[in-house]
């Protein structure tokens, strides 16, 4: 079974422009989850969705937008491009219970470079 | 303000040690604590946690979780140079999303 699978895996852009990131989750998994790592330090949560809704949001600006299609796969789009973009982008997939906690599992990530 | 917190660091042991990783955690609605490895790009999943006490356990490694005291700790046993790696604790929350929260990592070496 094919796990996480993000493309580009990795990407140069110049400063302003835009960028979208995909992400095809594990078969059966309805949520997507992207997340933001600089280098040294922890992932930091931008988007979730789930059933193609947005369930929730983490602290970073309008210029980041997301969307989920009905086969479940994702796109993470940035705009207006700043140096500090530049970072590891993971998608995470789960499968959402409802119960005590959900598994999630990440893709190899895609290496965007802002100059 | 949610926080997760690892320590150390940084470690760097040689190869047959025993290490234990430590990850403690100040957050609203928990829901679990989660454990990764991380070598090049995509965390590695390793353990779930959602109850306090119970061992998890995968081979040389393995896990529990204190609910009471807020923290968890990861041991890893008769180490080899492939377990040198980022290690990273996460704690996902109820809030509507499935949000994980992450400590900075910590970073293991593992000499021969």
């Known amino acids: 079974d094919a796990g996480v699978t993000q493309s580009p895996t990795h990407l140069i852009k110049t400063r302003g422009q835009h960028v979208t990131l995909r992400c095809s989750p594990i078969s059966g998994h309805k949520s997507v989850s992207w997340y933001q790592q600089v280098l040294g330090q922890g992932p930091q949560f931008i988007f979730q969705y789930y059933e193609k809704e947005e369930r929730g949001r983490g602290n970073f600006p309008d210029r980041f937008s997301a969307r989920q299609f009905p086969n479940y796969s994702s796109e993470l789009n940035v705009n207006a491009l700043l140096l500090g973009d530049s970072a590891l982008y993971l998608c995470a997939s789960s499968w959402e219970t409802g119960t005590g906690g959900t598994e999630a599992f990440f893709g190899q990530g895609t290496r965007l470079t802002v100059v | 303000e949610d926080k997760v917190v690892q320590s150390p660091l940084s470690l760097v042991v040689h190869e047959g040690d025993t290490v234990t990783l430590n990850c403690s955690y100040e957050v609203t609605n928990f829901r679990s604590l989660l454990w990764y490895k991380q070598e090049k790009k995509a965390p590695t999943f390793l353990f779930m946690l959602?109850?306090?006490?119970i061992e998890k356990k995968s081979g040389r490694l393995s896990s529990i979780l204190d609910k009471k005291e807020l923290f968890s700790i990861l041991n890893i046993t008769a180490t080899q140079t492939g377990d040198s790696a980022v290690y990273l604790c996460?704690?996902?929350?109820?809030?509507?999303?499935?949000?994980?929260?992450f400590g900075q990592g910590t970073r293991l070496t593992i000499n021969p």
């Open positions: 996460a704690v996902q929350l109820i809030q509507g999303a499935q949000k994980l929260v």
């Open positions: 959602t109850s306090s006490g």
